[in-house]
């Protein structure tokens, strides 16, 4: 991760959250939100592709939860190994320590300090010893969890801080053109929900805290600002196409309205086309309203939308790319860019494989990979998927 340096990992900048809007049009399974923060005074310049770092909160209701199963005082302090200086232990809890996700490392003091004889016969049905098992327990398995599986485990304050690991900061894209708005950024979030193997509904940690159940208006979020090769073309004459089902469009909001703004300016910028894809036309399409408002002023060339959900079969965002082949080839050999976000496990990878099939079938180009290797040296074929 590179980040600025006045703010960075070590020392947080804390963004004020302005605005929380949903991006579902009405109830859907997986609700999304878009989120205005203000970073007026953290002297940052960002630019279109950069994304956000945050590190989120621990719910406060889990940590009481934690506290009262290990019969610890909330306000005792102790001293952070890796940061520096002291917090008490419920702030520590709530905003330094990792609690949904643990490690090895801590199974192992958890080991050392059962009691019970029920509790130790459990601790040596842990599969420690297959890989696989062994992550899934993890993954499975949060503090709290934990607590309520070995109740004779008892550890001091200071223990349980030096045995838990850091949260971890997650990234977002950035949503918001730096021209539009120097001291805000916007991000376009989906809430992570699913059941763990014990059938109990969880939330992912960092979504859970950019929702309403987490943060309210006007709170302060800790982030610092992340660069990346992901960005608009230098010479903004150039076309760009991009693909950015789900989350995945969220830069791209920050791209074309960046050109929009360049537009406005009196700049000549090149012509825009996306590709967005998503479950339901009715309830999840993102930002239709500003793609309308972008298309009429001239500023979002073609739009295409590939809702998957609306019919038997899939319909995904590399079928549109292939419907509209010949044209998609004619603005790359023309010297558009091509962009992709989102999905790095399926959706990237077949997006890229259409893409090849269309060079090969429309533009007449033998050695696909090794064209698209040179595009992706010259900064005009790009990812950011995650
Ligand atoms: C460069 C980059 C840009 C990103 N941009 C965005 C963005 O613009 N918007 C956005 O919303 N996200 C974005 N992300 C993803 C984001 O960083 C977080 O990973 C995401 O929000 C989940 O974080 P969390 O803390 O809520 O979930 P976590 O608490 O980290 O939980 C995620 C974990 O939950 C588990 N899990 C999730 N689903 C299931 C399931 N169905 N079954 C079992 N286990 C499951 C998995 O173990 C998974 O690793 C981006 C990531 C990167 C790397
Ligand atoms: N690391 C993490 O914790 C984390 C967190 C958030 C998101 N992500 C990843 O980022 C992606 C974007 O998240 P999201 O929730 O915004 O998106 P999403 O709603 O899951 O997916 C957007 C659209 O892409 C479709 N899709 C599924 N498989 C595809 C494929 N192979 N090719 C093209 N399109 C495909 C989906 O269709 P169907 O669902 O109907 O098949 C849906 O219509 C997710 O797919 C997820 O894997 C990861």
């Given at each position: ?135 899934i327990f993890l993954k499975n398995h ?117 050109y929009a703004a360049k537009r ?123």
């Amino acid at each position: 991760m590179e980040s600025t340096t006045l703010y960075n990992h070590r020392n947080p900048f804390l963004a004020t959250l302005l605005s929380r809007l949903p991006l579902c049009h009405e109830k859907c399974e997986r609700d999304a939100y878009h989120l205005v923060m203000s970073i007026r005074g953290s002297h940052w310049h960002y630019t279109c592709g950069d994304s956000l770092a945050i590190f989120p909160k621990n719910s406060s209701e889990e940590v009481s939860q934690v506290l009262q199963g290990l019969q610890l005082n909330a306000s005792e302090q102790v001293s952070l190994p890796k940061e520096g200086g002291t917090k008490t232990l419920q702030i520590a809890l709530e905003e330094i320590f990792c609690i949904t996700h643990l490690t090895k490392h801590f199974l192992e003091f958890l080991g050392q300090n059962i009691s019970s004889q029920e509790d130790i016969s459990r601790y040596r049905t842990i599969p420690f010893g297959d890989t696989k098992d062994f992550e899934i327990f993890l993954k499975n398995h949060t503090l709290l969890q934990i607590l309520e599986l070995f109740p004779s485990f008892r550890c001091n304050s200071q223990e349980l801080a030096d045995h838990l690991c850091p949260i971890a900061p997650r990234l977002y894209s950035i949503a918001s053109s730096p021209t539009l708005f120097p001291d805000e950024i916007h991000l376009a979030i989906v809430i992570v929900r699913y059941r763990d193997i014990h059938g109990s509904e969880r939330q992912g940690l960092s979504t859970r805290y950019l929702s309403p159940q987490g943060t309210r208006i006007g709170d302060t979020i800790r982030c610092f600002l992340v660069h990346s090769h992901f960005g608009i073309p230098e010479d903004i004459r150039r076309d760009m196409i991009m693909v950015g089902p789900g989350t995945g469009v969220a830069p791209f909001r920050s791209f074309i309205w960046e050109y929009a703004a360049k537009r406005s300016a009196g700049e000549k910028t090149g012509r825009t086309w996306l590709f967005f894809g998503s479950h339901h036309r009715h309830s999840n399409f993102y930002y239709e309203e500003e793609w309308n408002t972008l298309m009429a002023n001239g500023s979002l060339t073609h739009l295409d939308l590939a809702f998957s959900r609306d019919q038997e079969e899939k319909i995904y965002v590399q079928h549109k790319l292939l419907e509209h082949g010949l044209e998609v080839a004619q603005w790359i050999l023309g010297g558009a860019n091509f962009y992709i976000c989102g999905d790095a496990a399926f959706m990237a990878k077949d997006v890229e494989a259409a893409l090849g099939q269309i060079l090969f079938e429309h533009g007449s180009i033998q050695d696909t990979k090794t064209y698209l290797q040179t595009m992706r040296k010259e900064k005009r074929y790009m990812k950011d998927v995650y």
